[in-house]
């Protein structure tokens, strides 16, 4: 049973930065992705950004140039570092783990088990 804890959100202003964390413990070798989504209030989640067990990256638009995504195995530890934040980026950020395929990596039906999510707001 994979559990994912999340953390690392919090309050910041347009511009500013954060680190969010994953923390995976189980048996994760099965899960051939790991990925970073958001829920904004009265929005659907969308997929942020998706790493798989080989080190490939996929991200959203929104997050290309900004967010970057990394994976310490040894530490079974998620990352994702967002840069730059706007306004927008404004919701509760999920920790994701799955098989997934090898297409629509930033679908939320690819993936299995679930964080609790950590909040991250910003102010303009």
């Known amino acids: 049973q994979v559990q994912l804890v999340e953390s690392g959100g919090g309050s910041v202003q347009a511009g500013g930065s954060l680190r969010l964390s994953c923390a995976a413990s189980?048996?994760?070798?099965?899960?051939?992705?790991m990925g970073w989504f958001r829920q904004a209030a009265g929005k659907e989640r969308e997929g942020v950004a998706i790493?798989?067990?080989?080190?490939?990256?996929t991200y959203a638009d929104s997050a290309k140039g900004r967010f970057t995504i990394d994976q310490d195995n040894s530490k079974n530890r998620l990352y994702l570092q967002m840069n730059n934040l706007k306004p927008e980026d404004a919701a509760m950020y999920y920790c994701?783990?799955?098989?997934?395929?090898?297409?629509?990596?930033?679908?939320?039906?690819?993936?299995?088990?679930w964080g609790q999510g950590t909040q991250v707001t910003v102010s303009s």
């Open positions: 994701a783990a799955g098989a997934c395929g090898d297409s629509d990596l930033l679908r939320s039906y690819q993936y299995n088990t």
């Open positions: 790493i798989a067990r080989d080190g490939g990256t």
């Open positions: 189980g048996y994760i070798a099965s899960s051939r992705c």
